[in-house]
């Protein structure tokens, strides 16, 4: 499973890392911001899921989520906001641009595990 990492927190993008290895996920490739992620996704092979930050530089997790669901070669790949951006307004905002879950920081290994398990990525 590839997996991309986008978030503009350096130790964000390394405890994610850290926690989808601890899962047996990967390879996990990073990008510090949505514009870098959207370059990477352009220039690589599918990916099967990116869980994307909201609030990062040049461009953000919204506007990644609407490039990406903007093309059709990336129909399948599945997209996690995770951020604390937690107002209703937000969340649904994310899911109807073409978001496919959700999950609020703080993170834990339990509540991501358990969020990959509803989109079928871990047993």
Wanted: aromatic letters at 4%.
């Amino acid at each position: 499973m590839k997996i991309l990492v986008v978030d503009d927190s350096k130790a964000m993008r390394t405890f994610l890392t850290h926690l989808l290895t601890t899962l047996g996920l990967g390879p996990v490739t990073v990008a510090e911001d949505g514009q870098h992620a959207l370059e990477i996704l352009l220039e690589s092979e599918a990916f099967d899921l990116a869980l994307v930050d909201w609030d990062m530089p040049r461009l953000d997790g919204l506007g990644l989520v609407k490039a990406v669901r903007a093309r059709p070669r990336f129909a399948e790949l599945k997209l996690m906001m995770v951020t604390t951006q937690n107002s209703m307004d937000r969340v649904v905002g994310a899911l109807e641009a073409g978001a496919t879950d959700y999950l609020m920081k703080p993170v834990t290994q339990e509540s991501l595990e358990d969020k990959l398990r509803v989109l079928g990525v871990v047993a």
